[in-house]
């Protein structure tokens, strides 16, 4: 056991029992990755406990740490350093914490106190000091939650298939792992609401974790209103320091029933935890951006598994992910019936549709084809409102040929043109453009490729969409959501509502109408994951619009024979993510397989290759130069390596990963070389 070793003068002796403190020390580097031995003094004895914050001495400066455990004997010979202080007595990192966190960390090859960074919040003195009254004890909502239990297996998950068999799992303690595909139109907060309920009901807690604040309040409010606002906390980014760790303690503390709350959430802490929920695992907000950049789906997997909770991977799509968890039979498919899903569903058309394109032979290539202005005004005549999705905000956000279609650049920085929202009209779109880079105007554009003086948008952004519709439908309200200005909600009646991916507001009543528009803007991404991703911001959209029944249509802006098209159409996610996952093995691309990139200068870079001992099975792509959007001036080159092996050699390939920075922190290379395992799009 590795040791501090300096000792402070004048201290009493230690405590007999027990005065050995092992602490995690929060200095970050690689080759430090483990515990500390110190010694506790008299004073400290009963302050000093498992979990708490305290303050030491390592290597000449004071620096934070937490005490793992306390022990008898060390295997230290020399002298011991003492504790320096106690932070607080508040045992604020739990040992299933602590557990989960030294699995993450061995997962992706990071170190232990960076996870812990991610998982416990900064402290708050005031906060931290003020008495928490347990107003509603837990046990008091036992009895409610059994009703609401009997009511939501009746009523609210009858329309899939072992909807029931899960909440009554759920209602009894048992374990369950279920991948559950939402049904178009589903009140989904109502619905995992209605599981915390059922768990709670068992007398134990549950963990929600969403991709953003507006997914947070809706679940909030949800689950306040059948449990009671004291047993559920909300964690979100937007609080402040102050609230946020009230909150966290509030949890820690056992107040409370249920945590919901955004990425952070996944390291929540709750006694007696019975269910971890993920919802919309596919969206990018639930990849940690910090080392070791976990990802929750997979934090929530490991956690389930550590700690013997329930897990429900949800959303209205599906996967390759939780495709992979279903084959392997690791957890369940809860699937709506074939009767609720044609109830349900809206009517879905694409624009490739040969019964569309014998009416409108220029559909396949127009943005806005007739099929779409005719959804639209059948809407908005019914007094409906009508989404309208594209792929960007802004207002042209970048510009092409207009002969050749090749990325029009700037001629001083090579940087993309595009255009301001101040430029009104199409004429003056392609006579101003400004480089997005330097700013400069280009006035006097000539393609390169072929010569040509004419420019044409490559995606029109929500700003623009919103014009061209605002004159195309007169006097009907127009409304843009996306980027800093993103409505939580709209009224149903007729209006036009403009938004981005992800942004899309919730009408009360459901939409009459959805345009999804340039889809090959996005299905034709250089992203491993751009059909899926596609996909799934398709069914997010689509399922906010009214049943087919009831009128509500969906027109995508794709070729109707697209596999991602048909998927929507059909409304089957499930068989998406089959096809998906079945090309990834054959391709070996993840989940089928783990992947590692190592990122950094070229020099620096084939050093740490060479240094690095893999596993046999390993297979090396690459160096390839790292493409940079917005390059710096002066930067060094940087190159990119993949590294991939079977799952199976997963585990050593992040021990190897992790004795590199290890090794590389010991002597404190100066040149950084990024280490990320299981990147979100790896090519």
């Not at 990425?263 to 070791?292: K, S």
């Amino acid at each position: 056991m590795a040791t501090a070793r300096t000792k402070r003068k004048g201290e009493r002796r230690p405590a007999p029992e027990l005065p050995i403190a092992r602490v995690y020390v929060d200095v970050g580097l690689p080759h430090l990755d483990r515990t500390f031995d110190y010694q506790v003094a008299d004073s400290q004895h009963d302050d000093a406990v498992a979990g708490c914050r305290v303050r030491v001495r390592f290597a000449g400066q004071l620096v934070d740490g937490y005490l793992m455990e306390r022990a008898e004997t060390t295997d230290h010979t020399g002298r011991l350093a003492y504790l320096e202080r106690v932070v607080s007595p508040e045992p604020v990192l739990s040992p299933e914490i602590a557990t989960l966190a030294r699995a993450v960390a061995d997962k992706y090859a990071g170190t232990m106190v960076d996870v812990l960074r991610l998982a416990i919040p900064p402290r708050h003195a005031r906060v931290e000091s003020e008495v928490v009254s347990h107003t509603q004890d837990a046990v008091s909502c036992v009895p409610a939650a059994v009703s609401h239990v009997q009511d939501a297996v009746s009523h609210g998950w009858d329309g899939y298939q072992h909807g029931d068999a899960l909440l009554t799992a759920l209602t009894a303690g048992s374990r369950a792992r279920a991948v559950w595909q939402a049904l178009p139109g589903e009140d989904w907060p109502a619905r995992l609401a209605e599981a915390a309920t059922a768990v709670a009901a068992s007398g134990k807690g549950t963990v929600i974790v969403v991709p953003d604040y507006r997914d947070v309040a809706r679940l909030h409010a949800a689950c306040a209103e059948r449990l009671g606002e004291q047993q559920v906390v909300a964690l979100s980014a937007d609080l402040g320091p102050a609230e946020r760790y009230r909150r966290w303690l509030r949890a820690r503390r056992g107040a409370a029933r249920v945590v919901v709350g955004t990425r952070a959430a996944m390291f929540a802490p709750m006694t007696d935890l019975g269910l971890l929920v993920v919802w919309d695992d596919g969206d990018d907000l639930h990849a940690e951006q910090r080392a070791p950049y976990p990802h929750v789906r997979d934090v929530l997997v490991q956690r389930a598994h550590l700690s013997g909770a329930s897990l429900l991977v949800a959303g209205f799509a599906r996967t390759a992910e939780a495709q992979l968890l279903v084959e392997s039979r690791w957890a369940h498919p809860v699937t709506p019936d074939r009767a609720s899903l044609r109830a349900r569903a809206p009517r879905v058309t694409g624009f490739g549709e040969d019964f569309d394109l014998a009416r409108d032979e220029a559909a396949r290539a127009a943005r806005l084809p007739a099929v779409a202005f005719e959804a639209a005004r059948s809407a908005l005549k019914a007094d409906a409102a009508v989404l309208v999705q594209v792929p960007r905000r802004g207002y042209v956000p970048s510009l092409a040929c207009g002969s050749c279609r090749t990325p029009a650049r700037c001629r001083r920085c090579a940087g993309p043109l595009a255009v301001s929202a101040g430029q009104q009209d199409q004429q003056d779109t392609a006579r101003s453009p400004v480089c997005c880079w330097c700013g400069v105007p280009e006035s006097r554009f000539r393609c390169p490729a072929c010569g040509s003086v004419r420019l044409r948008a490559q995606v029109i952004g929500a700003r623009r969409t919103a014009e061209e519709l605002g004159r195309a439908f007169p006097g009907v309200p127009v409304r843009t959501s996306g980027g800093k200005e993103v409505l939580a909600d709209v009224d149903s009646s007729a209006a036009l509502v403009i938004a981005t991916p992800g942004a899309e507001p919730v009408a009360d009543g459901g939409y009459g109408a959805a345009l999804l528009l340039d889809g090959w803007a996005l299905l034709g991404r250089q992203d491993l994951r751009a059909g899926e991703e596609t996909l799934r911001r398709w069914m997010t959209a689509a399922a906010l619009v009214r049943p087919g029944e009831q009128g509500g249509r969906v027109v995508v802006g794709a070729d109707a024979a697209l596999t991602p098209v048909q998927a929507l159409i059909r409304w089957d996610p499930a068989w998406h993510a089959e096809r998906e996952l079945a090309e990834r093995r054959e391709l070996g691309f993840p989940p089928a397989v783990r992947m590692a990139g190592l990122e950094g200068e070229p020099k620096p870079l084939a050093a740490a290759m060479d240094e690095l001992t893999l596993p046999d099975s390993a297979e090396v792509l690459g160096p390839v130069p790292v493409l940079e959007t917005r390059p710096e001036p002066g930067r060094p080159e940087r190159e990119r390596v993949l590294l991939r092996v079977p799952n199976a050699d997963g585990r050593a390939l992040a021990a190897s990963l992790a004795a590199l920075q290890a090794s590389r922190g010991a002597r404190k290379e100066p040149e950084q070389v990024r280490v990320r395992l299981d990147p979100l799009s790896p090519i």
